[in-house]
């Protein structure tokens, strides 16, 4: 008998002990996910999210990134790319470096990168009233292509991105609205196509998207590539570009809905810019797989 309660006391040990040790890493969608505080190796980083906070209509997140390897190899920290989590309206994303350019009176140190291998501060990311559905931050990059899954698509002013077949990359995509602007600022109706010197200097078009998939679907295809798919767009300028709007926009989005929504449906904004003729009538949409990391708040 006190073999055998010795062994119950041994056996019972080494179950709470397995309880009780760190769980099994989780993904969303193929994106590797921990809780806020702690730190994930990707892209080339370690990478730690922390202080998720609401001040006046921002977001703001604090970032610690290091290098996984000195020297070694990571996209560039002026590549990477924050997003809210969650079941929200549309999407909002940022630049690490540079997100807050603009936002002033928090009492916050910006994200910086000290030096090629570092990256700490704060992100912006906003503006944003509605605070009820932010369950999270992820991260990504759009220099990080997972091979053979690029997808792209020619989308031009006034008619935009026509309806893409979901069975290229598990998502299907549809203009919802297609606005261009000269450099200056004026909106040039369809009829400028008309007008040869309408389409001269630079210039830059506002293309909103519908994107729609399958959970399961795009939750098999995320596994099987790797990581969820972005949207890019292009050509595009770095920040500051021609508009505010693009800057806010962004040239490129991550698809990474809250798992708990039954499918994907996605209502957003991109911007290309440049040269008028490229960024109006010879744009691009392309869809890629991609790796990415998410801290949730529980």
Known sequence: ?????????????????????????????????????????????????????????????????????????????????????????HPIEANVIGGCAGVTGLGFVPATASNPDKVSGTVCLGPMRDHSQVRGAYLYSPEDRIADSTVAYPAAFPVGLVQTPGTDAGLELKSSSVDAFRADGAQLPPQALGDPAAFSGKGYMLLGLEITGQRSAYRDGSAKRGGPLMIMVSPTLPSPGLSKACDIYGSSLLVLPDTSLDAVSVRASLCTQGDINAALLYATVAVAGTHAALWVSS
């Open 1 to 89: 008998m006190r073999i055998a309660r010795i062994a119950l006391a041994l056996l019972s040990a080494a179950v709470l002990a397995a309880c009780s040790g760190d769980p099994a890493p989780s993904t969303s969608y193929s994106a590797q996910t921990t809780k806020f505080g702690e730190s994930q190796a990707v892209l080339g980083w370690n990478v730690s999210l922390s202080n998720l906070r609401f001040e006046a209509d921002h977001v703001l997140v604090d970032i610690d990134a290091v290098a996984a390897t000195k020297g070694g190899a990571h996209v560039k920290a002026q590549s990477l790319r924050l997003g809210l989590y969650g079941a929200l309206a």
